[in-house]
Nanobody, 117 residues
């Protein structure tokens, strides 16, 4: 069973930065794609960054150029660096593993990111 534990969320002013971390139990990066999703109140959960097992990355236009996903294989940790944060980035951010975006096999519990004006 894979466990994913997020950390690093919090309150930040618009224009600021945050780095989220996702610690995975075991060495899963070679088996699964990793990703970060977010869900704002009243909205569907959306994928904001994906990192394939082969090392390719993918971002929607809404965060492209501002968010960067990366991983540290030695630490079994995936990161999401978020820069130039906007009010609309406020959401609960979830770490995910699987065959993204079509099949998420494992979810973390989420970490809240709140961007204030």
């Amino acid at each position: 069973q894979v466990q994913l534990v997020e950390s690093g969320g919090g309150l930040v002013q618009a224009g600021g930065s945050l780095r989220l971390s996702c610690a995975a139990s075991g060495r899963i990066f070679s088996r699964y794609d990793m990703g970060w999703y977010r869900q704002a109140p009243g909205k569907q959960r959306e994928l904001v960054a994906a990192l394939t097992s082969g090392g390719s990355t993918n971002y929607p236009d809404s965060v492209k150029g501002r968010f960067t996903i990366s991983r540290d294989n030695a630490k079994n940790t995936v990161y999401l660096q978020m820069n130039s944060l906007k009010l609309e980035d406020t959401a609960v951010y979830y770490c995910a593993a699987g065959r993204l975006p079509t099949s998420v096999l494992y979810w973390g519990r989420g970490t809240q990111v709140t961007v204030s004006s």
